[in-house]
């Protein structure tokens, strides 16, 4: 914003964007500003009253809410904790993790190809190489082999739930890139966009299978 008088909506991109940190979240500036965008003109409609009137609902204890809910969304991630310090209780097959470790590897190369908001691609990788990281600790910390209890015929690393949900949105959010946005890996044949997209999504949904979700 330098070289420019904040506006309104910065001044509310900032406290939504703050609000959600205090969780252990974030967003793109871009994409909360769409956000409060749509809330002002939800209001306004739903009010029948013009959009400058429907911006005086948006105070910052309304968009601290707004925060909460989007954290309540995502729960099964438990936003702001260390998830590494969270009960193993996923086993986790090897032939998944590594498709998981390959896919969130790909989605940090999807991230660094955005240029619209570097700041935001600065914390997405990073929260990315953070994954990656408690992953590659988990198999260091406990590798062990699948037998009756598991129920899986290979080895398996057990894992907190929470990551692997919190590693599956991500890949999710790789897919909505690809699908959604065209944003594709360098050198990838643009044909190719909507497989990359379901690889994103399928591994997804195995993370989420193995940790107990639907």
């Known amino acids: 914003m330098a070289g420019r008088r904040p506006t309104w909506l910065d001044g509310r991109v900032d406290v939504l964007l703050a609000s959600l940190e ?45 925060a909460r ?11 702001g904790a260390d ?19 390959a896919g969130l590897s790909e989605a940090i190369v999807l991230r660094l190809a955005k240029r619209d908001d570097l ?15 408690a992953l590659g600790q988990l198999t260091a910390d406990h590798h062990v082999t699948g037998d ?4 899986i015929g ?21 897919a909505a890139l690809v699908r959604d946005n065209g944003v594709m890996p360098s050198g990838l044949d643009p044909a190719h966009a909507a497989q990359l997209a379901d690889t994103f999504d399928t591994d997804a949904a195995s993370l989420r299978y193995y940790a107990g979700g639907s």
């Open 22 to 66: 205090d969780y252990g979240m974030d967003a793109s500036r871009v994409s909360a500003a769409e956000l409060i965008q749509e809330r002002v003109q939800w209001v306004a409609t739903n009010m029948r009253i013009s959009p400058a009137t429907a911006r005086r609902y948006l105070t910052d204890d309304a968009l601290r809410d707004l």
């Open 69 to 79: 809910t989007m954290v309540v969304t995502v729960a099964d991630e438990a936003p």
């Open 83 to 101: 998830v590494l310090a969270s009960a193993r209780t996923s086993a986790l097959p090897i032939s998944v993790l590594g498709r998981c470790v």
């Open 119 to 133: 700041d935001h691609v600065r914390t997405t990788t990073a929260q990315l190489a953070q994954t990656l990281s």
């Open 148 to 151: 009756r209890v598991t129920r």
């Open 154 to 174: 290979e080895p398996v690393v057990m894992a907190p739930p929470a990551l692997l949900n919190r590693a599956a949105r991500y890949l999710e959010a790789a």
